[in-house]
T-cell receptor, first 110, second 116 residues
C-alpha cells in the first residue's frame, strides 16, 4: 500500500482557514486520496476524497497537486469542533482497505 | 448519511472469557466490513476484512482463532474476542463499505474493551 506523510500536529485559530498537507509521492494512477478525521473516543468520520480534480463538499475542500504526489485538506473556517486527528489515506481501486497512518492532530485555539 | 452502529460501546470482562462485538450497517448493504483496533495514542490498525458469506481475511500477525469474525448478512458482522486477556484491552472499531469500489468507509463509534 502506498504511504502518506503528514505533520504530527498543527494549530489553528478559531474561524480561520486551515490547510492540512499530505505527501504521497508513491501514489499510483488508480489510488484515490481519502481524508478521515477522528474525534477523541469516537470512530473515524469520512471527510472527503478525490482522484485528480479538486473536490468540495460541505465539510471541506481537497486540493490535489497536478502530479498527485501531494494534497491539501482545507477547512475554510475552523471551529472548536474541528479539533481532531486528520488522516490522509490512499485507497487503491483494486482494494477496499484503508490503512491508517499516524495522521495530523489539529488543535484549534478559541 | 450512511450509519454504522456498533454494540456495545464499552464492555468489561474477566480474563479468559469471550466477548462479542456487533457491527451493523443501518441504511445500506455492506458487502465488505473491516475491523480495526486502536491502542491509546496510536493510530487504527486493520485487523481483518470481513466479506459477507465468506471467510474473513486477516492481516498479518492477527490470530484468526482468537478474533473470530462472522459476516452472515449484508448488514451485520460480528467480532468475537475469545479467551480475552488484559493485553486484548483496546478500542475496537468496525467500518463498512457501501456499493461501488470507491465509496467512502463508514465507521462505527467503537467498542472500548477492558479485560480484568
Amino acid at each position: 500500500d502506498a504511504k502518506t506523510t503528514q505533520p504530527n500536529s498543527m494549530e489553528s485559530n478559531e474561524e480561520e482557514p486551515v490547510h492540512l498537507p499530505c505527501n504521497h509521492s508513491t501514489i499510483s494512477g488508480t489510488d484515490y486520496i481519502h481524508w478521515y478525521r477522528q474525534l477523541p473516543s469516537q470512530g473515524p468520520e469520512y471527510v472527503i476524497h478525490g482522484l485528480t480534480s479538486n473536490v468540495n463538499n460541505r465539510m471541506a475542500s481537497l486540493a490535489i497537486a497536478e502530479d498527485r504526489k501531494s494534497s491539501t485538506l482545507i477547512l475554510h473556517r475552523a471551529t472548536l469542533r474541528d479539533a481532531a486527528v486528520y488522516y490522509c489515506i490512499l485507497r487503491s481501486d483494486s482494494s477496499y482497505k484503508l490503512i491508517f497512518g499516524s495522521g495530523t492532530r489539529l488543535l484549534v485555539r478559541p | 448519511g450512511a450509519v454504522v452502529s456498533q454494540h456495545p460501546s464499552w464492555v468489561i470482562c474477566k480474563s479468559g472469557t469471550s466477548v462479542k462485538i456487533e457491527c451493523r450497517s443501518l441504511d445500506f448493504q455492506a458487502t465488505t466490513m473491516f475491523w480495526y483496533r486502536q491502542f491509546p495514542k496510536q493510530s487504527l490498525m486493520l485487523m481483518a476484512t470481513s466479506n459477507e458469506g465468506s471467510k474473513a481475511t486477516y492481516e498479518q500477525g492477527v490470530e484468526k482463532d482468537k478474533f473470530l469474525i462472522n459476516h452472515a448478512s449484508l448488514t451485520l458482522s460480528t467480532l468475537t474476542v475469545t479467551s480475552a486477556h488484559p493485553e486484548d484491552s483496546s478500542f475496537y472499531i468496525c467500518s463498512a463499505s457501501g456499493q461501488g469500489k470507491n465509496s467512502p468507509l463508514h465507521f462505527g463509534n467503537g467498542t472500548r474493551l477492558t479485560v480484568t
